[in-house]
C-alpha cells in the first residue's frame, strides 16, 4: 500500500502539478466504504481551497459529494472516470433528487490528476471551501457528510451516469479539523493498552456499558502519553460506540480491581467506582486516535499520577446479536522524552442527570452547561497561572442532539468559538485539534450549547447513560494541566419546579430532593412526580424549560482532582445565579456577504502567476491548468459549463504509474 501512494505522488507530480504550487502531501485519510478495502479518500486543506484525492477499486465511474445530511438530495457531486484512452471526464453535479445529478452551470471542481493502474482509479480535485451559490455546499468546520459511489464500468458517453447501485454510501468526517498525525514519533515511543478480554456482549438490551478496571503499569517514573489511538476488533466497528478512560476521584486499590469487570446495573458494581469520573481519553464511534501536539503530553508514572483507571465501553448492539467475543480497548502511546508542558483534560457541559430534560416534539431545544469563572479561576490560582492554552475539543452527546457549541465570553464580549459542530452526528464524535490554540483567561466563561431534536418523541428525554438517554458534554485539551476536572451546571431542580407552577419550593432531606412548599395541591411534589403527573407538554410549557436553561438558576459542579465526593454532592444542592447575558454575541463573519478583501485579492494573483508557470513547463496541459486559474471563484465570477467537457488527458496510462 505505501508502495503503491510513493508511486502515485510521483505521477500526479509528473502530470500536472509543478512542485512549486501544489503539494500533494495529504494530511488526512480515511477510507469511506466500511469494509475499509474499495474506497480511499486523502485530503488537504488551506484557508481557502481543499484538496481531496480518492483511490477507488474500480475501473468504471467515480462519484463523491459533500452532502447536508448523507442523503443525495441537496448534494453537491463530483463524478469522474478514465477512459481506456486514458483521458478524463469530471463533472460538478448538483443532485435535488434520489437521481443522476446535474451537472452544474458553474464547474467549481478542479480536476487536478486522474488514472487508473489495472484495477483502481484515482481522481484528485480540488474546490474552494466557501462558493457562495446554491449548488456547491460550503465546507465548515464541524461534521461533514460525505457520500461516494462507483460503477464497474465508464460510461457510454461522457456525461451519462449508469445507476451505480449498492456500491455507494456516506460517512461523517471532520474535514477541516487539526493534522490527525504529527510529526515523528520519538524512537524510544512503546504503548501501553487497555483491552477488554473477549467480553461475552449482552444482546438482550441495546445499550451497555462495561466497565473493567486496570492497574496502571509500572512505567518506571514520569512519562508522557504523546498520542492514543483506538483498539477496536476488526468487524466491531458498529458496535462499539464509545470507550472513555476514567481516573478517580479517590485512591481505590488498583491490585483489588485490576481485570475487574461489570456493567453499570450490576448489583455488584463496586461502590468506590462511583468516583471514576476524571475523563483522561475520550474515543468516540468513527473517531480516530489524536497525537497531542508537540508541547505537551499527559503526564503518567510521576507521584499524583493515577494508579488505577476504568475503562468505560459502550456497546450498542442494535442488531441484538447472540454470541459476540470483544477485545477492543485503548491504546496509549508513551515516551520519556518528557515534552514541555502537561495535558489538561477537563469536562465542561452539564452533568449526566436528570436535571438535563429536554420536552418532547422540539425542533430544536438548546440546553445549556455553564463553567462559571471562579471555578477556573480557582484552579488557575492554585497552579499560580494566568491562563491555560486549549488544544482540543471533543463534544459527546447521544441521539437527538444535533448541534454543539462551545461558547467562549470574556467582559460580557464573545470571543470566537471553542468549538462549533453544525451537523452533530451520534456515530461519529471525534477529538478535534484546533487550528490555533485558545487562551482562556480568567474570568472567562465556558458556555456548551446543545441542540436537540426531539420532534419524534412522546416522553421527555433525560440526562442519563442510555443511547435514548441525552448527554451534553465538551471536553477540552489544554495546558498547563490544572487539578480541575470538571467546570459544569446543570439547571436547579428548583428552577424547572417554578417553571413547572411552584412558588415556593423547600429542600427535603428524606426525599434528598427539592418539594414543592406552594400551592397547596403541589405540595410535597418533586420534579419528577410533578413531570409524571402534571405536565402535559404543550408550546407554553416547552417555552418555559427552555427558558429554565437559560435564565434559570443552577446547581455548578467545580470537580477538582482532589475533591470529594461529599463536596460533589454538595454542588449538587447549592444554588446558583445563571451566567450573565452576553452583551456582545460573536457572529461568524458570512464571507458571501462581506466584500471582497484585499487577501483574496492577492491570492487570486499568486494562483495566476503559478498557472503560468504550470502553463510553462507543461505546455500539453494548457486548458486544464488554464482551469485552474478560476479556482478563485467569487460570486460574479463563475466559471460557466462551455459546450466542450471538461476533459483532462492525464498521461496516467501510459507510464502505468
Ligand atoms: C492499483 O492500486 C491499488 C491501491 O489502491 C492496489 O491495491 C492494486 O494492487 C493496484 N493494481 C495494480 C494492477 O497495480
Ligand atoms: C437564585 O439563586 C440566588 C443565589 O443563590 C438566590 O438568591 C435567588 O433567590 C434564587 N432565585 C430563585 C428564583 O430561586
Not at 478542479?110 to 480540488?126: D, I, M, R, Y
Not at 475520550?282 to 483507571?309: C, K, M, N
Not at 428524606?510 to 408550546?539: C, I, Q, Y
Request: charged share 25%.
Amino acid at each position: 500500500m505505501a508502495a503503491f501512494r510513493t508511486r502515485l505522488f510521483v505521477v500526479a507530480a509528473v502530470t500536472v502539478m509543478s512542485a512549486t504550487c501544489l503539494e500533494t502531501t495529504f494530511t488526512h485519510s480515511a477510507y469511506l466504504d466500511s469494509a475499509h478495502e474499495k474506497y480511499y479518500l486523502q485530503w488537504m486543506y488551506d484557508a481557502d481551497i481543499i484538496t481531496f484525492r480518492v483511490e477507488v477499486a474500480t475501473l468504471g465511474y467515480v462519484g463523491f459529494g459533500i452532502s447536508p445530511n448523507g442523503d443525495m438530495t441537496g448534494s453537491d457531486i463530483v463524478t469522474g472516470f478514465v477512459t481506456d484512452q486514458g483521458d478524463t471526464f469530471f463533472y460538478d453535479r448538483y443532485a435535488t433528487a434520489r437521481a443522476t445529478p446535474t451537472i452544474d452551470a458553474s464547474q467549481d471542481w478542479t480536476l487536478e490528476a486522474s488514472g487508473e493502474n489495472g484495477t483502481h482509479t484515482f481522481l484528485q480535485f480540488s474546490r474552494n471551501l466557501v462558493l457562495c451559490d446554491d449548488t456547491d455546499r460550503t465546507i465548515k468546520a464541524g461534521t461533514t457528510r460525505v457520500i461516494w459511489a462507483y460503477h464497474e464500468e465508464d460510461p457510454r458517453h461522457d456525461t451519462e451516469l449508469m445507476y451505480h447501485g449498492e456500491t455507494r454510501g456516506a460517512r461523517s468526517l471532520m474535514l477541516l479539523s487539526g493534522p490527525q498525525l504529527t510529526g515523528e514519533m520519538p524512537e524510544d515511543v512503546q504503548s501501553m493498552e487497555f483491552l477488554n478480554d473477549a467480553y461475552a456482549v449482552p444482546y438482550k438490551r441495546v445499550t451497555n456499558y462495561l466497565y473493567r478496571g486496570f492497574k496502571v503499569p509500572d512505567v518506571g517514573g514520569k512519562k508522557h502519553v504523546i498520542a492514543f489511538e483506538p483498539v477496536v476488533q476488526p468487524g466491531h466497528e458498529g458496535l462499539v460506540h464509545h470507550i472513555f478512560l476514567y481516573a478517580c476521584l479517590e485512591d481505590l486499590n488498583p491490585d483489588l480491581y485490576d481485570g475487574v469487570q461489570h456493567l453499570r446495573q450490576s448489583p455488584d458494581y463496586p461502590e468506590d467506582w462511583r468516583s471514576c469520573k476524571v475523563t483522561i481519553i475520550a474515543w468516540d464511534v468513527g473517531g480516530a486516535g489524536i497525537h497531542y501536539p508537540e508541547q505537551v503530553g499527559l503526564s503518567v508514572g510521576a507521584p499524583g499520577d493515577p494508579t488505577f483507571l476504568l475503562m468505560e465501553t459502550h456497546y450498542n448492539n442494535v442488531q441484538h446479536k447472540k454470541g459476540i467475543k470483544d477485545s477492543s480497548g485503548i491504546r496509549l502511546l508513551y515516551t520519556s522524552q518528557l515534552r514541555e508542558y502537561d495535558l489538561g483534560f477537563m469536562q465542561l457541559g452539564m452533568e449526566v442527570r436528570r436535571t438535563q430534560a429536554i420536552p418532547p416534539g422540539c425542533q430544536s431545544f438548546v440546553s445549556v452547561g455553564t463553567c462559571y469563572p471562579d471555578c477556573l479561576e480557582n484552579a488557575m490560582e492554585e497552579e499560580s497561572i494566568d491562563k491555560i492554552n486549549v488544544v482540543g475539543v471533543h463534544f459527546h452527546a447521544h441521539l437527538a442532539a444535533r448541534k454543539m457549541r462551545m461558547r467562549h465570553v470574556r467582559n460580557g464580549v464573545e470571543l470566537p468559538w471553542l468549538g462549533s459542530d453544525e451537523n452533530f452526528d451520534f456515530n461519529f464524535q471525534q477529538t478535534v485539534r484546533l487550528q490555533r490554540e485558545v487562551e482562556v483567561l480568567k474570568g472567562d466563561y465556558l458556555i456548551l450549547e446543545c441542540t436537540y431534536n426531539t420532534e419524534d418523541r412522546r416522553e421527555t428525554t433525560y440526562g442519563g447513560a442510555r443511547t435514548q438517554d441525552e448527554m451534553c458534554l465538551g471536553h477540552i485539551l489544554h495546558y498547563p494541566n490544572m487539578k480541575l476536572r470538571r467546570c459544569k451546571s446543570n439547571p436547579h431542580r428548583a428552577a424547572y419546579l417554578a417553571a413547572l407552577g411552584a412558588t415556593g419550593v423547600t429542600f427535603s432531606a428524606a426525599k434528598n430532593d427539592f418539594v414543592v412548599t406552594r400551592p397547596p395541591h403541589m405540595a410535597g411534589k418533586t420534579m419528577k412526580k410533578l413531570l409524571h403527573h402534571f405536565a402535559s407538554w404543550n408550546e407554553e410549557l416547552r417555552q418555559k424549560f427552555q427558558e429554565v436553561q437559560i435564565t434559570g438558576n443552577t446547581s455548578a459542579i467545580c470537580l477538582k482532582k482532589d475533591s470529594s465526593y461529599e463536596e460533589y454532592h454538595q454542588q449538587k444542592v447549592t444554588m446558583r445565579e445563571p451566567p450573565p447575558v452576553i452583551l456582545r454575541p460573536y457572529k461568524e463573519t458570512d464571507v458571501c456577504k462581506t466584500p471582497r478583501t484585499s487577501t483574496v485579492a492577492s491570492s487570486v494573483k499568486l494562483r495566476k502567476e503559478s498557472n503560468e508557470y504550470i502553463n510553462g513547463i507543461h505546455g500539453a496541459k494548457r486548458k486544464s491548468a488554464r482551469k485552474r486559474g478560476s479556482r478563485r471563484k467569487t460570486r460574479k465570477n463563475h466559471r460557466k459549463l462551455n459546450l466542450s467537457p471538461w476533459r483532462h488527458h492525464s498521461g496516467a496510462r501510459k507510464t502505468g504509474w
